[in-house]
T-cell receptor, first 112, second 116 residues
Framework: KQEVTQIPAALSVPEGENLVLNCSFTDSAIYNLQWFRQDPGKGLTSLLLIQSSQREQTSGRLNASLDKSSGRSTLYIAASQPGDSATYLCAVTRAGSYQLTFGKGTKLSVIP | GAGVSQSPRYKVAKRGQDVALRCDPISGHVSLFWYQQALGQGPEFLTYFQNEAQLDKSGLPSDRFFAERPEGSVSTLKIQRTQQEDSAVYLC??????????????FGPGTRLTVL
């Protein structure tokens, strides 16, 4: 059974700092990996999707990398802003499955 | 355009009551998913619809949970004889295409169910 782990569970940084969130998964036979953002009382918003054949994806200040063989992904956030405060979740799918398997998330607080 | 909507946003039920949670996906989206998110946890898959067909219900925790999407658009998740362990946020998501190699899932705001 696929297990997804996110470290750290919570992170507090001053505004302007660059930061890295980590995600690991136990079964490397994934089809893709996604990073989501969840704000309190709201649903999930997809940030980046990396296909298993890709190494990284970038969107604005966000960069996600994938090392499928080692079962790891990182989300890099540059020049953090208070508006980046949210819970960040990573999720994987495997070929032939409809299911997203999520980690528990990292709660990020960016202090002004 | 409108995103995924869910109703009610909050539901309080007494143990043993039946509840029905509604999801309105983005118009034209073929795939619809239900997830359960307990406090402090990531969402867990419950079930998947492709149009009106329920192709995967492997995540439903017990036979008290039932989902339907009779016309291939709106979906309802029903929980019979609610228990305290059913307390969670129930998330609905939809995506444009069918099949397992689907594209990005768009999530609704969720229904927070509290069972007393």
């Amino acid at each position: 059974k696929q297990e997804v782990t996110q470290i750290p569970a919570a992170l507090s940084v001053p505004e302007g700092e660059n930061l890295v969130l980590n995600c690991s998964f136990t079964d490397s036979a994934i089809y893709n990996l996604q990073w989501f953002r969840q704000d309190p009382g709201k649903g999930l918003t997809s940030l980046l999707l990396i296909q298993s054949s890709q190494r990284e994806q970038t969107s604005g200040r966000l960069n996600a990398s994938l090392d499928k063989s080692s079962g790891r992904s990182t989300l890099y956030i540059a020049a953090s802003q208070p508006g980046d405060s949210a819970t960040y979740l990573c999720a994987v799918t495997r070929a032939g499955s409809y299911q997203l398997t999520f980690g528990k998330g990292t709660k990020l607080s960016v202090i002004p | 355009g409108a995103g995924v909507s869910q109703s009610p946003r909050y539901k309080v039920a007494k143990r043993g009551q039946d509840v029905a949670l509604r999801c309105d996906p983005i118009s034209g989206h073929v795939s619809l998913f239900w997830y359960q998110q307990a406090l402090g946890q990531g969402p867990e898959f419950l079930t998947y619809f492709q149009n009106e067909a329920q192709l995967d219900k492997s995540g439903l925790p017990s036979d008290r949970f039932f989902a339907e999407r009779p016309e291939g658009s709106v979906s309802t998740l029903k929980i019979q004889r609610t228990q305290q362990e059913d307390s969670a946020v129930y998330l609905c998501a939809s995506s444009l295409y069918a099949g397992w190699d689907t594209d990005t899932q768009y999530f609704g705001p969720g229904t927070r169910l509290t069972v007393l």
